[in-house]
């Protein structure tokens, strides 16, 4: 019962993908079907046509060989250019499939509440996307429709080589289970040291940095000898594991050829003179030895393409459990900037309690009315919920009950390209984007011009430095050219660069020295006026003025 919800599941999102792929594509879709039938048919041909040349042409003297010398040749010739068109097609269709997963996913991620990354690792978030979605594609480039065509090969040759004696296609059905199970016997010893090889590989890779970044660690603790040690270690676990693999990998190749050579004696004995078991004519034999050598290959295959199966229904899985995951509440488009703002701007938080999934309670009915160009400052030890209660009122989280608003407005139902006209969110640390320094603070809305960037860089006092820039504010930012006080600078800039109403900063100088701090909060104190500001700094709140001072303690808040 459970493996049928399962696959019901599966089917939810991530199939319904792969199938309107192929409906999008149907002469493409036609054409792979095509070429399927080709690879199977020549496949099976080539030994038919061999068997016609021996027994019409070379046993009986005297005929001209050219036309099936050329008919044995085209036959081969097509073979390949079907199977040319087979690994193309299906590698068009995989990167298609993948291409439009992963397009279906990253419109999710932009949907998914903010609190599903406080229960789910980045690292996780990103395997889904890369391995997870790989796995999917190799469900056609090395998966399902390869399956499929040797599955064909292998009923086909059976078939050919039971026509040609049946006694013969009964040996030929005993012997192929035997190769299946030694064929999967092998891959599965051969991928399970191929992963462990790759884990011992990450560690051996990953102790070099290690000792790189915590050198001068290792020689003030005199640990050298062990971390030396310890590399040696690894070093000699991933080559035992590789040894495994290639023990594995000599091994099995030898192996399939005794058993096939064993096959075709066993075929030449019987088909003899002496013996005249089989009844088969030279041609037969010859071209019943040829299908017999062409089964092995797709029985082989077979084994990896189950495994690569079994892989890609579990990225299925992942990726179909990533795409149902809840969505953010729908945001009212109708709500603009002009229709929320008004002289009498108030935050209402009412009866608000809030927890992540499957958590406990980190706020319990907090209630808190905050009135126009007022400013407050919370207080609170560390994991109070302070950054919590700004990310509520931001709308980036929702909460469990109650409710969060602006001018009556519910913050949840704001749109995001509105909220950055209504606040100005200064955080503890600047994360920098790709692009110029005037795409740092415009974070590339084409709505900002470069004269708001500007008036923005000029008010914390940045303009003068970002002109002497190499091509100033088209410069390309990195971290290294900016110091810790003037990234402090910038996230302020991007903050107040839509001249928004309510302005809330997040312990902005928890990590600066004095000097750079009394600039900051120079800058902060022309930034607050005539704006309705929230802190959260107990330093601040002995600088800035402040109308009250609210405390977090115990999952609830208390005024001083």
């Known amino acids: 019962m ?28 036609f054409l792979l079907l095509f070429i399927i039938i080709g690879v199977i048919g020549f496949s099976l041909a080539t030994p038919q046509v061999l068997k016609y040349i021996i027994d019409d042409y070379l046993t009986v003297g005297g005929k001209n060989l050219l036309f099936p010398a050329l008919l044995y040749f085209s036959t081969i010739v097509l073979l390949g250019v079907f199977n040319f068109g087979k690994e193309g097609i299906i590698t068009i269709f995989g990167q298609k499939i993948i291409k439009k997963i992963k397009e279906e996913m990253m419109n999710k991620l932009t949907k998914i509440p903010i609190g599903y990354l406080s229960t789910n690792e980045s690292g996780s978030i990103v395997s889904r996307f890369s391995n997870d979605v790989e796995a999917v594609g190799s469900l056609f480039t090395s998966g399902i429709v390869s399956m499929v065509v040797d599955a064909f090969k292998i009923v086909g040759i059976v078939i050919s080589i039971w026509l040609f004696s049946y006694k013969l296609g009964i040996l030929v059905v005993l012997i192929i289970p035997v190769v299946y199970f ?23 890779n990953n102790h070099i940095p290690e000792s790189i970044n915590n050198l001068q660690m290792i020689k003030s603790f005199a640990k050298e000898k062990y971390m030396e040690e310890k590399y040696v270690e690894y070093l000699d676990e991933s080559y035992e594991a590789m040894d ?8 099995f190749s030898p192996l399939i050829l005794i058993l096939r050579a064993v096959v075709v004696a066993i075929v030449v004995i019987l088909s003899s003179d002496k013996l005249s078991f089989l009844g088969l004519s030279i041609g037969s034999v010859a071209a019943a030895i040829e299908l017999i050598n ?5 029985i082989e295959n077979l084994g990896m393409e189950l495994q690569n199966i079994q892989q890609s229904i579990a990225g299925i899985y992942r990726i179909d459990e990533f ?24 935050i209402e938080v009412k009866n608000v309690n809030f927890h992540y999934a499957s958590g406990e309670n980190i706020l319990e009915n907090v209630s808190l009315n905050i009135n126009h160009k007022e400013s407050i400052t919370f207080a609170g030890r560390t994991g109070s919920g302070k950054t919590t209660l700004f990310k509520l009122i931001l709308g980036l989280l929702e909460p469990s009950s109650g409710s969060i608003t602006i001018s009556n ?29 005037a795409e740092q603070i415009s974070l590339k809305d084409e709505k900002i011009r470069n004269e708001e960037i500007e008036n923005a860089m000029k008010f914390v006092g940045l303009h003068d430095y970002i002109i002497t820039l190499e091509n ?12 810790q006080g003037q990234r402090q600078l910038l996230s302020i800039a991007r903050a107040i660069v839509t001249s928004p109403p309510i302005m809330l900063l997040d312990e902005i100088t928890a990590n600066l020295d004095s000097e750079t701090e009394e600039k900051i909060i120079s800058v902060l104190r022309n930034a607050s006026s005539e704006r309705t500001v929230l802190s959260i700094s107990h330093r601040l709140s002995s600088v800035l003025t402040c109308d009250r001072i609210v405390k977090l303690e115990n999952k609830s808040i208390y005024y001083n």
Not at 294 to 298: Q, R, S, T, V
């Open 409 to 437: 407005v519910n913050v949840s139902e704001i749109p995001n390209n509105e909220k950055r006209k209504i606040f100005g969110y200064v955080e503890q640390s600047f994360s920098f984007i790709k692009g110029s320094v």
């Open 472 to 483: 100033g504010y088209d410069t390309f930012a990195s971290p290294n050219i900016f110091s």
């Open 323 to 346: 795409l149902n995951e809840e969505e953010e509440r729908e945001k009212n488009i109708n709500l603009t900037y002009e229709k929320i703002i008004n002289n009498n701007l108030r």
């Open 2 to 29: 459970n493996s049928k919800r399962k696959f019901i599941k599966i089917n939810s999102h991530v199939v319904n993908i792969i199938i309107n792929v192929f409906k999008k594509y149907k002469y493409l879709t």
């Open 294 to 298: 062409n089964i092995f290959a797709p």
């Open 182 to 204: 030694l064929t999967k016997t092998f891959q599965q010893r051969m991928l399970k040291a191929q992963r462990l090889y790759r884990i011992l590989t990450a560690k051996v």
């Open 244 to 251: 495994k693999i290639n023990f594995y990998d000599s091994i």
